[in-house]
């Protein structure tokens, strides 16, 4: 039975430092690398994380998991239209 808990807290660790990632990315967000090491950690870890719900159940991973995804996945797409427009912006001599 301690095996069982110590996988299953596994998966509930990466769904939670998911969404913290997110958290760190946004107080990196000066630094552009830190924050895209951070905001793919975060992605990486939630895909991570979903794989574990067939065997241990959606309880405590589901949502944490998917937060931290999809608030991730919005920030990185919001930095790279952010980054899109400034370069064309630039480019044009505007």
């Given at each position: 039975m301690?095996?069982?808990?110590?996988?299953?807290?596994?998966?509930?660790?990466?769904?939670q430092?998911?969404?913290?990632?997110f958290?760190?990315?946004?107080f990196?967000?000066?630094?552009?690398?830190?924050?895209?090491?951070?905001?793919?950690?975060?992605?990486?870890?939630?895909?991570?994380?979903?794989?574990?719900?067939?065997?241990?159940?959606?309880?405590?991973?589901?949502?944490?998991?998917?937060?931290?995804?999809?608030?991730?996945?919005l920030?990185?797409?919001?930095?790279?239209?952010?980054f899109?427009?400034s370069?064309?912006?630039?480019?044009?001599g505007?």
């Open positions: 301690k095996n069982f808990e110590k996988k299953a807290s596994f998966h509930k660790w990466t769904a430092i998911s969404c913290i990632c958290l760190l990315g946004i990196f967000g000066k630094y552009f690398l830190i924050c895209l090491l951070f905001i793919f950690t975060g992605l990486s870890l939630g895909i991570i994380a979903l794989f574990g719900i067939p065997k241990y159940g959606r309880k405590k991973i589901l949502v944490p998991a998917i937060l931290g995804i999809i608030t991730n996945g920030y990185f797409f919001g930095m790279i239209a952010v899109l427009a370069y064309l912006k630039a480019s044009k505007f």
